[in-house]
């Protein structure tokens, strides 16, 4: 009688920190997609009592950049978690002193601080700050370096319209990621992630906001284009994503109205389109720009389904790096 092969033992979590998407392997962002998609149902609905899975500790919310989802969405899923949760900004903490990053960061971790989520203008600032504080820290943003948790919701949500919730594998599929690509940390971690997770990428901007070296990172199926009619009737997913003007040093396209007519996402555009086209946008949006009114709101877009799932997505991301 042959013998029985042994099974593989489950993945478990194992890192301290979530800095980036990059260092992850599949399996890890599929355990934390899988953790995600536990806590779906708890996570927006106000009539299920709060979990007690982060009960007694403690996470700070430290932003030296505005932000308005993903502070409140990091928040809540803290709150939900039943965490004590800590508010902080640059503007009114002592940064404005001329404190650095790691003094402030040390401080705040001698109160007592289980968990750190931290976003910041400097690229590799979350790492930066994983070396230096025993506590967790989460990357909610770091300059034009990556958005891991952003780029999870995006995978969740593309999992759920498409009914691919059960495996989170996406191969098959053909994602285009269009804009301001150049300085965008949301475009680098959804090119890491979707293509762990199988699927196809293509970036799609004018020349001066495309970098050609993100289609020759090893290990991803990334390729370039100028072109979005053409690129349009290839793909399942669509993300859209803001011009960066803040970040922009020099004139990126001749004029927003050429942008619009070559970029914008309209619903004259949209017939182009396969049907079942998924259309995203990380938010916040630059109405009649990168996309119209009539397509953000349309039966194709997921854009409010993604910030919902931000919820589930960060309340994982916490419950896994705060362990005992």
């Not at 053909?174 to 990428?201: E, F, M, P």
Request: net charge neutral; proline share 6%; with cysteine.
């Amino acid at each position: 009688m042959a013998a029985t092969a042994p099974t593989a033992p489950p993945l478990t979590w194992s890192r301290r920190h979530l800095t980036g998407i990059e260092p992850l392997s599949a399996e890890e962002a599929r355990l934390l997609l899988a953790k995600a998609r536990g806590y779906h149902e708890v996570s927006t609905r106000r009539a299920v009592p709060l979990c007690k899975d982060l009960h007694g500790k403690v996470v700070v919310n430290l932003f030296y950049e505005d932000s308005t989802r993903t502070r409140a969405s990091f928040r809540l899923a803290a709150s939900r978690l039943s965490a004590d949760v800590l508010d902080m900004s640059a503007s009114g903490s002592s940064v404005s002193k001329g404190e650095t990053l790691i003094d402030t960061a040390r401080n705040i971790e001698a109160m007592g601080v289980d968990t750190i989520v931290c976003r910041h203008s400097q690229s590799g600032a979350a790492q930066q700050l994983a070396e230096h504080v025993a506590c967790a820290v989460v990357n909610a943003g770091d300059g034009q370096h990556e958005h891991p948790t952003q780029a999870l919701l995006d995978a969740f949500t593309i999992a759920q319209r498409l009914d691919r919730l059960d495996t989170f594998d996406l191969t098959g599929l053909r994602v285009a990621i269009v804009g301001d690509i150049a300085h965008s940390r949301v475009a680098r971690s959804n090119l890491h992630l979707l293509t762990k997770l199988g699927a196809g990428v293509v970036l799609v901007g004018p020349p001066t906001l495309v970098p050609g070296a993100l289609a020759r990172l090893p290990g991803v199926d990334v390729t370039v284009a100028h072109d979005l009619d053409a690129v349009l009737p290839e793909v399942d997913v669509i993300n859209m994503l803001r011009v960066q003007f803040e970040r922009i040093a020099g004139p990126a396209f001749p004029s927003q109205r050429e942008y619009t007519a070559l970029y914008g996402l309209t619903a004259r555009r949209m017939q182009r389109a396969r049907p079942g086209l998924v259309v995203m946008h990380p938010g916040p949006m630059n109405r009649g720009l990168e996309i119209e009114s009539a397509v953000a709101d349309g039966p194709n877009a997921v854009i409010l389904q993604q910030v919902a799932n931000g919820l589930a997505i960060r309340m994982a991301a916490l419950a896994l790096v705060t362990q005992p």
